[in-house]
């Protein structure tokens, strides 16, 4: 394959290198941060993806209006310093700070601001998510350094929608120099990090935005960022993953298996942090409308067969926590009063609840009724965390005779199918900001049947939702929110499987990160990410 | 010779048509729509409708493999449905890397695998030969998934010398080749235990051979006589086999390239699959079939240059 002198003067180049990889340690990787993750985003625009693993970026290239604190609860400034919201709740005026600068140098104005929103919403743009940003009528200028949003009806949940990253300011230069590459093979930000080079599905490099001094008040320092340079780096192996941090072939990372815990923990030279202000959420929901679960007694014998307490215990080596509720009992506007009411593990009084609404145990060990034998059909997402939640939820529900049929889908297929009318049970999990965010997802008629897959079709429900999403007053809100929440559980349309924390894995040489849950980035504006001194 | 090569590359336009035909196929056989995946899981109906309809999806089959031929005839490929880059862009810079790290496996487990395998021979039967022919096998039998995480538990954990995470630049650059050793020690230890084994038993059959028995009855060393007179004639079933097991290696380099995080076109075409991005996975199918398409080309001409007999 080579001739002689070729051959011998890559030796000689393989020699060099020995030499050098010997006589130089990892002196150029000191200010460099790798945050290992298992996939990568479809693109960098924030206005065309949902993925997680874009928000994880767009959150550190750029800025939102106001940011989120890491309880979950508050909202802290951001690229406005303060707002006013008029009488009526249907107008925000934002006044930016005046010192904000994109990477490139150019000064931040209200016209980006209107650009980006407008954009968020043109129908030409076809943005998924663009109904977060509420029913918007227009966004205005005033001046340089203020902002009018301008809605049809109050919004409440306006400020959170506006802490995510979908409504990141763009910069419209940026968006009309690169079109259909706005995103891919560039983006001009406002955040603490620049774009640095994308490889898709290998790594995204980002750079330190040296100007940068506009960060959440949350955060110990406001800017600029401590590290230099920050790669998100795709490792799909996930014990891989954990290894790298062990040997500090990367920093940080929140996605280490959870078998992998409490070997993080023990390790001198990494430690693991997790918040509870997380929301993520594992259910199964059901159609209401399809035969065997439109029976709520049915629906309620699952929710009681189901030991949710042993599955987090078994499965997730007790690092989550086992869910009764639809959201997390943290979140804001959850409802108390219902606490006692959660459904919780009881085989017997299920098994009761079947009897008496006509399920009898056939010779197989199968109920039936009329005929029809107890086999609903479930539709979930194939791969190991779902593999394992739902043959556990199989195997538990065939105790008290019900024969769940499972489906897997691989991701990229499982969201067409789970927009379909053909199954009975499917199973997902969510990020959310707080009780509404969830509910007027999932719960509203308008949304079947996506997100609303349950079929979920009640007038009082709507009207509640439309109360707690048009409210002024917080007591009202939380109260219609309250509703709703109760209306849902005492139907038992899901069943809830647990609650995800945010889990961070870090090394030792890292200062130690607060865990941020704003859509699942536990890193958020990557400001915390710090070299111990 | 030339025209036996032209003639390998006559016959290679109807496998090279096979393989688009075939690639074209199985991505309309997949049960994932690529209208989906561009326009995003929460697309309204009629976004998806015209996306369908701008993609040409509306077309019946034989319209769309012919649309196809005819981009691909003139050297566009499309554009990633994920990632909108070209695909040219994305098969060009996961080539690089990926022909990096068969060099630098086949550079050191060839030469040492048939250094191996003739030793085995000369040494037949001794304890040598019995330790070689252990290692081949285990070689030969460890899933190269394995010998991937071993490689990582030893050197890279217990022994943490050498990165496993991604590729650090170019191989003669100190971070490249600290990057690049695991993943090809790992990929190049399947290699040498069949490249050993078939050493040794041709070298064994060409051993016993007359030419040999003349060249030493000539009174040449015996190192002469193994490696100019044996060896060379030895090495014909080697060369065939090098070239099969270079497309297996491409199957291996997936694994790894998935281990290593190796940003090379076996994790292209992993990814590209899996996330439906059906214009990608089409160009890797291409180029992944090229490349079996010119080892078989290599193997040919080197089968000429070591035995002229092949030639006429």
Redesign the interface.
Same mark, same amino acid.
């Given at each position: 394959?080579f001739n002689r002198p070729d051959f011998r003067s890559?030796a000689g180049?393989?020699g #060099?290198?020995?030499a050098?990889?010997a006589g130089?340690p990892a002196l150029?990787a000191a200010q460099s941060v790798?945050i290992?993750r298992e996939v990568d985003s /479809? /693109?960098y625009d924030p206005h065309?993806?949902?993925a997680r693993a874009a928000s994880e970026v767009l959150f550190m290239m750029g800025d939102t209006l106001v940011a989120l604190d890491p309880d979950m609860k508050t909202i802290a400034p951001g690229l406005a310093e303060s707002w006013e919201v008029s009488e009526d709740g249907k107008t925000y005026t934002f006044h930016l700070r005046d010192d904000v600068k994109f990477c490139d140098g150019k000064p931040m104005t209200a016209e980006d601001v209107v650009y980006s929103f407008t954009r968020w919403q043109d129908p030409e743009t076809?943005s998924?998510?663009a109904w977060r940003a509420g029913p918007l009528e227009e966004v205005v200028a005033v001046d340089d350094h203020t902002v009018e949003y301008r809605m049809s009806a109050p919004y409440s949940e306006l400020l959170y929608q506006l802490s995510q990253s979908f409504a990141t300011i763009i910069d419209k230069d940026n968006v009309e120099a690169l079109g259909? !590459?706005f995103g891919?093979?560039g983006f001009n930000g406002t955040g603490p990090f620049c774009w640095g080079e994308?490889?898709?599905? /290998?790594?995204m490099v980002l750079t330190r935005h040296d100007d940068y001094v506009w960060g959440p008040s949350f955060y110990e320092t406001t800017g600029p960022a401590s590290v230099e340079e920050i790669v998100w780096?795709?490792?799909?192996?996930e /014990?891989?993953r954990t290894?790298?941090v #062990?040997?500090?072939?990367?920093q940080i990372t929140q996605y280490v298996p959870y078998i992998a815990l409490e070997q993080l923990r023990a390790a001198p030279n990494a430690e693991v942090v997790q918040s509870d202000a997380a929301f993520w959420t594992y259910f199964f929901g059901f159609k209401i409308d399809k035969p065997t679960v439109n029976d709520a007694a049915v629906r309620q014998a699952i929710n009681l067969a189901v030991n949710q307490e042993a599955m987090a215990e078994d499965l997730f080596f007790g690092e989550v926590q086992p869910a009764y509720s639809y959201v997390s009992q943290d979140a804001l506007d959850w409802n108390h009063a219902i606490d006692g009411e959660l459904l919780k593990y009881d085989p017997e009084k299920a098994a009761q609840i079947l009897d008496e609404a006509g399920w009898t145990v056939g010779a197989d060990g199968i109920r039936e009724k009329d005929g029809v034998k107890l086999q609903p059909l479930a539709y979930v997402f194939a791969g190991s965390t779902w593999q394992k939640i739902s043959e556990y939820v199989q195997a538990e529900l065939r105790k008290v005779g019900i024969d769940l049929q499972l489906q897997p889908f !691989?991701a990229?297929?499982a969201?067409?199918k789970l927009?379909t009318q053909e199954f009975d049970v499917f199973g997902m999990s969510f990020p959310y900001i707080s009780s509404g965010d969830a509910l007027n997802l999932y719960f509203r008629s308008e949304n079947m049947p996506?997100p609303n897959r349950m079929n979920w079709d009640d007038q009082e429900t709507d009207d509640l939702l439309e109360a707690g999403l048009t409210a002024t007053d917080e007591a009202v809100r939380a109260e219609s929110y309250g509703e709703v929440l109760k209306k849902v559980h005492e139907a038992a349309v899901w069943l809830p499987l647990y609650h995800e924390p945010m889990t961070i894995a870090q090394s030792s040489e890292l200062k130690t990160v607060t865990p941020h849950n704003l859509y699942g980035c536990g890193l958020y504006k990557g400001l915390g990410i710090a070299y111990k001194e | 010779m030339i025209a036996q090569i032209v003639n390998r590359l006559v016959l290679s336009i109807p496998v090279l048509f096979g393989v688009l035909l075939l690639g074209f196929m199985l991505l309309q056989l997949v049960?994932?729509?690529p209208a %989906?995946?561009l326009?995003?899981?929460?697309?309204p109906p009629e *976004?998806l409708e015209e996306i369908r309809k701008q993609m040409g999806l509306d077309q019946p089959l034989l319209v769309q493999f012919w649309a196809y031929l005819e981009r691909m005839a003139a050297g566009d490929m499309g554009r990633?449905? @994920? &990632?909108?880059?070209t695909v040219t862009s994305?098969l060009v &810079?996961a080539i690089g890397p990926t022909v990096e790290l068969m060099v630098a496996c086949?550079?050191w487990s060839i030469p040492l695998g048939i250094g191996m395998g003739t030793v085995a021979a000369v040494k037949r039967g001794s304890l040598l030969d019995r330790a070689i022919m252990a290692v081949s096998v285990g070689g030969v039998s460890l899933p190269i998934f394995f010998i991937c995480?071993l490689a @990582?538990?030893f050197l890279? *954990?217990y022994w943490?010398i050498f990165?496993? @995470?991604?590729r650090g630049g170019p @191989?003669? %650059?100190?971070?490249?080749?600290?990057h690049i050793v695991l993943p090809a020690v790992s990929l190049g230890l399947i290699f040498i235990g069949p490249v050993a084994r078939m050493t040794r038993s041709s070298v064994l059959e060409v051993l016993k051979l007359d030419h040999v028995r003349t060249a030493r009855a000539k009174g040449l060393s015996e190192r002469t006589v193994i490696l100019r007179h044996g060896l060379r004639n030895a090495l014909i079933p080697v060369v065939t086999l090098v070239g099969l097991q270079a497309g297996y290696l491409l199957g291996g380099a997936v694994v790894t390239e %998935?281990?290593? &995080?190796w940003?090379g076109i076996g994790?292209?075409a992993v990814?590209a699959i899996? &996330?439906?991005d059906f214009p990608v996975a089409q160009g890797t199918i291409l180029v992944l079939a090229l490349a079996f398409i010119a080892i078989n080309l290599i193997v040919d001409i080197l089968y000429a240059l070591l035995d002229p007999r092949v030639q006429t």
């Amino acid at each position: 394959m080579f001739n002689r002198p070729d051959f011998r003067s890559l030796a000689g180049r393989i020699g #060099l290198a020995v030499a050098l990889a010997a006589g130089l340690p990892a002196l150029a990787a000191a200010q460099s941060v790798t945050i290992v993750r298992e996939v990568d985003s /479809n /693109n960098y625009d924030p206005h065309k993806s949902t993925a997680r693993a874009a928000s994880e970026v767009l959150f550190m290239m750029g800025d939102t209006l106001v940011a989120l604190d890491p309880d979950m609860k508050t909202i802290a400034p951001g690229l406005a310093e303060s707002w006013e919201v008029s009488e009526d709740g249907k107008t925000y005026t934002f006044h930016l700070r005046d010192d904000v600068k994109f990477c490139d140098g150019k000064p931040m104005t209200a016209e980006d601001v209107v650009y980006s929103f407008t954009r968020w919403q043109d129908p030409e743009t076809k943005s998924p998510v663009a109904w977060r940003a509420g029913p918007l009528e227009e966004v205005v200028a005033v001046d340089d350094h203020t902002v009018e949003y301008r809605m049809s009806a109050p919004y409440s949940e306006l400020l959170y929608q506006l802490s995510q990253s979908f409504a990141t300011i763009i910069d419209k230069d940026n968006v009309e120099a690169l079109g259909e !590459d706005f995103g891919v093979t560039g983006f001009n930000g406002t955040g603490p990090f620049c774009w640095g080079e994308w490889t898709p599905r /290998n790594k995204m490099v980002l750079t330190r935005h040296d100007d940068y001094v506009w960060g959440p008040s949350f955060y110990e320092t406001t800017g600029p960022a401590s590290v230099e340079e920050i790669v998100w780096q795709i490792v799909p192996e996930e /014990n891989t993953r954990t290894v790298a941090v #062990l040997t500090g072939q990367s920093q940080i990372t929140q996605y280490v298996p959870y078998i992998a815990l409490e070997q993080l923990r023990a390790a001198p030279n990494a430690e693991v942090v997790q918040s509870d202000a997380a929301f993520w959420t594992y259910f199964f929901g059901f159609k209401i409308d399809k035969p065997t679960v439109n029976d709520a007694a049915v629906r309620q014998a699952i929710n009681l067969a189901v030991n949710q307490e042993a599955m987090a215990e078994d499965l997730f080596f007790g690092e989550v926590q086992p869910a009764y509720s639809y959201v997390s009992q943290d979140a804001l506007d959850w409802n108390h009063a219902i606490d006692g009411e959660l459904l919780k593990y009881d085989p017997e009084k299920a098994a009761q609840i079947l009897d008496e609404a006509g399920w009898t145990v056939g010779a197989d060990g199968i109920r039936e009724k009329d005929g029809v034998k107890l086999q609903p059909l479930a539709y979930v997402f194939a791969g190991s965390t779902w593999q394992k939640i739902s043959e556990y939820v199989q195997a538990e529900l065939r105790k008290v005779g019900i024969d769940l049929q499972l489906q897997p889908f !691989d991701a990229t297929i499982a969201w067409g199918k789970l927009a379909t009318q053909e199954f009975d049970v499917f199973g997902m999990s969510f990020p959310y900001i707080s009780s509404g965010d969830a509910l007027n997802l999932y719960f509203r008629s308008e949304n079947m049947p996506t997100p609303n897959r349950m079929n979920w079709d009640d007038q009082e429900t709507d009207d509640l939702l439309e109360a707690g999403l048009t409210a002024t007053d917080e007591a009202v809100r939380a109260e219609s929110y309250g509703e709703v929440l109760k209306k849902v559980h005492e139907a038992a349309v899901w069943l809830p499987l647990y609650h995800e924390p945010m889990t961070i894995a870090q090394s030792s040489e890292l200062k130690t990160v607060t865990p941020h849950n704003l859509y699942g980035c536990g890193l958020y504006k990557g400001l915390g990410i710090a070299y111990k001194e | 010779m030339i025209a036996q090569i032209v003639n390998r590359l006559v016959l290679s336009i109807p496998v090279l048509f096979g393989v688009l035909l075939l690639g074209f196929m199985l991505l309309q056989l997949v049960p994932g729509d690529p209208a %989906t995946v561009l326009a995003g899981p929460m697309a309204p109906p009629e *976004v998806l409708e015209e996306i369908r309809k701008q993609m040409g999806l509306d077309q019946p089959l034989l319209v769309q493999f012919w649309a196809y031929l005819e981009r691909m005839a003139a050297g566009d490929m499309g554009r990633s449905l @994920i &990632s909108n880059k070209t695909v040219t862009s994305e098969l060009v &810079s996961a080539i690089g890397p990926t022909v990096e790290l068969m060099v630098a496996c086949l550079v050191w487990s060839i030469p040492l695998g048939i250094g191996m395998g003739t030793v085995a021979a000369v040494k037949r039967g001794s304890l040598l030969d019995r330790a070689i022919m252990a290692v081949s096998v285990g070689g030969v039998s460890l899933p190269i998934f394995f010998i991937c995480l071993l490689a @990582i538990q030893f050197l890279g *954990v217990y022994w943490p010398i050498f990165p496993f @995470i991604g590729r650090g630049g170019p @191989i003669w %650059t100190a971070d490249g080749f600290m990057h690049i050793v695991l993943p090809a020690v790992s990929l190049g230890l399947i290699f040498i235990g069949p490249v050993a084994r078939m050493t040794r038993s041709s070298v064994l059959e060409v051993l016993k051979l007359d030419h040999v028995r003349t060249a030493r009855a000539k009174g040449l060393s015996e190192r002469t006589v193994i490696l100019r007179h044996g060896l060379r004639n030895a090495l014909i079933p080697v060369v065939t086999l090098v070239g099969l097991q270079a497309g297996y290696l491409l199957g291996g380099a997936v694994v790894t390239e %998935t281990i290593f &995080s190796w940003p090379g076109i076996g994790r292209l075409a992993v990814g590209a699959i899996l &996330s439906s991005d059906f214009p990608v996975a089409q160009g890797t199918i291409l180029v992944l079939a090229l490349a079996f398409i010119a080892i078989n080309l290599i193997v040919d001409i080197l089968y000429a240059l070591l035995d002229p007999r092949v030639q006429t």
